[in-house]
């Protein structure tokens, strides 16, 4: 144990590595910067600075990064996670900016990027997002493109990589991201339909029979059904094979190097998913009244306030329309 008072375990750490990885809340971020001394002509930092509801996916980078890099450091916040979770982010951006960072860390503009990802890429599954500023004066800096290049390649291998040339293409990228909570959101709803559907069901079946709900556990024929836990997983199974399929042709094309299509394939499939769908059948129909209830709409007024929250503009909440 270092007796010492003025010991800092983060500048510490930064003293004996080249790539410092920043892992902490926006609101942290300048004065965790500020108290550390940076090497501008040996380090380089990347920012995994999301807002409060994102603190997981520094949380699972960490454990990827750890298998690959001799030197990580998860930036120590003095255990203030408590106090910062209980605290309402309204009107600030919710991801440090690269200028920002440059300004608190005090290094070069060229020596800081930003990494966004999901918690797959612990799985070595999804994309991780990458954007650091790319001009002819850094392109000069042999050793700082280096460690780009060297953190595009861990990237990759974590599942993918894109590599975004401004703030702005890196803002708008992140809105898969942001919509992973809606998503899940229609899965639930999903699954509790279905378990409404099969209690409504269970009712009907027993009242046809003349029995009272006491008696209804007693019938197997009555009670053949899927249980909240079985449900559950027939809903994440279902919604894993569709996105299985959707990218079993893109994989397919990655992997003949002899096709030439492989740009059409790769840009339309999301229009040829849509387009397979048998004419008249129900998911064309489910499609269509999605969109007739405003479905597709609501997802681009969704992305739309959450990128004015990454950007500072507004809170990111979407008014309830009254009546």
């Known amino acids: 144990t270092n007796t010492n008072h003025n010991y800092n375990p983060n500048q510490d750490v930064i003293d004996r590595s080249d790539i ?169 709803r999903n699954r509790d339909w279905l378990l409404v559907q099969q209690q409504q069901q269970q009712q009907a079946a027993a009242a046809a029979a003349g029995d009272d709900d006491d008696d209804i556990d007693d019938d197997d024929d009555i009670n053949n059904t899927f249980s909240k836990k079985e449900a559950t997983k027939l809903i994440l199974k279902q919604y894993l094979g569709m996105i299985q399929d959707a990218l079993r042709v893109v994989d397919d094309v990655d992997n003949d190097n002899n096709n030439n299509n492989n740009h059409d394939i790769h840009e339309n499939r999301l229009e040829e998913l849509i387009a397979e769908q048998t004419p008249g059948g129900i998911n064309e129909q489910s499609l269509r009244n999605f969109d007739t209830l405003g479905g597709l709409d609501a997802y681009d007024q969704i992305m739309d306030a959450i990128l004015q929250r990454i950007q500072g503009t507004t809170d990111g909440s979407i008014q309830e329309k009254t009546p």
Do not use: W
């Open 20 to 188: 410092i990885f920043l892992c902490v809340l926006p609101q942290q971020t300048k004065d965790v910067l500020q108290e550390l001394q940076f090497d501008q002509t040996k380090h380089e930092l990347v920012s995994l600075v999301v807002s409060y509801d994102d603190l997981l996916f520094p949380f699972f980078l960490s454990i990827v990064l750890s298998f690959y890099l001799s030197f990580y450091v998860r930036l120590n916040t003095h255990n203030t996670h408590t106090q910062i979770l209980t605290q309402q982010i309204h009107g600030i951006q919710s991801t440090a900016t690269l200028s920002s960072l440059s300004k608190d860390s005090g290094l070069p503009l060229s020596k800081v990027s930003k990494m966004i990802c999901l918690p797959s890429v612990a799985r070595h599954q999804g994309v991780c997002l990458y954007c650091y500023p790319k001009s002819k004066k850094e392109q000069q800096q042999s050793q700082s493109q280096s460690a780009k290049d060297m953190l595009i390649q861990l990237f990759d291998n974590m599942g993918g990589v894109a590599v975004l040339p401004t703030e702005q293409a890196l803002q708008s990228a992140m809105m898969t991201t942001c919509i992973m909570g809606p998503f899940y959101g229609i899965m639930k």
